[in-house]
């Protein structure tokens, strides 16, 4: 996937992004948007549809990059937001306590967690959201799966990366796993 050039301050241009890439990791948020019931049961979970530089179409979770000097709660709803549209309402904890930390390394095998462009850590997140989310960006669309949809075998194949385990993962962490 080509990434555009951003012009906050704090964000690196093309050459800086792949020498930093090459040289250190790189902080990430990994976010698993969720629709919860009136007791707070995860009863959806939604997974982006997007196509990658290569051509491939593939399920994925809301992510992206950590800017310099940006608190992960702001790199949270800001990647919600670009994903998700400005209406998604996202509900992200007083005090964001990642479920888990995936290692992304360009070299397959080190983790389950893949990424042929650098060495990445993300801090993952279930989020719920109660309003209106229409994908944005990069993404084709955006569809709600029950919690036994998303951990089936069908769906899982259609997530590169790792993102397959990681939602996994979450799904056992709010107890949804089948």
């Not at 707070?40 to 399920?59: A, E, K, N, P, Y």
């Not at 919690?147 to 590169?160: F, G, L, R």
Request: net charge negative.
């Amino acid at each position: 996937m080509t990434e555009m050039t951003e012009t906050t301050p704090g964000w690196l241009n093309p050459d800086e992004l792949e020498s930093a890439r090459a040289r250190m990791p790189i902080l990430y948020v990994d976010a698993v948007p969720v629709r919860v019931d009136d007791k707070g049961s995860v009863t959806r979970v939604g997974l982006l549809l997007r196509i990658g530089s290569d051509g491939t179409v593939s399920r994925a979770l809301v992510s992206g990059r950590v800017l310099y000097h940006e608190r992960v709660r702001d790199a949270l709803l800001r990647h919600l937001e670009k994903d998700l549209g400005p209406t998604a309402l996202p509900a992200v904890p007083a005090s964001p306590q990642p479920f888990t930390i995936a290692e992304y390394f360009p070299t397959r095998g080190v983790t389950p967690y893949h990424d042929p462009r650098q060495h990445a850590v993300s801090l993952a997140y279930v989020v719920p959201v109660a309003g209106d989310c229409r994908p944005r960006q990069d993404a084709l669309d955006l569809v709600w799966f029950t919690p036994e949809e998303a951990a089936s075998p069908a769906v899982q194949q259609e997530m590169s990366g790792g993102h397959g385990v990681l939602l996994r993962q979450a799904l056992a962490h709010v107890g949804q796993l089948p």
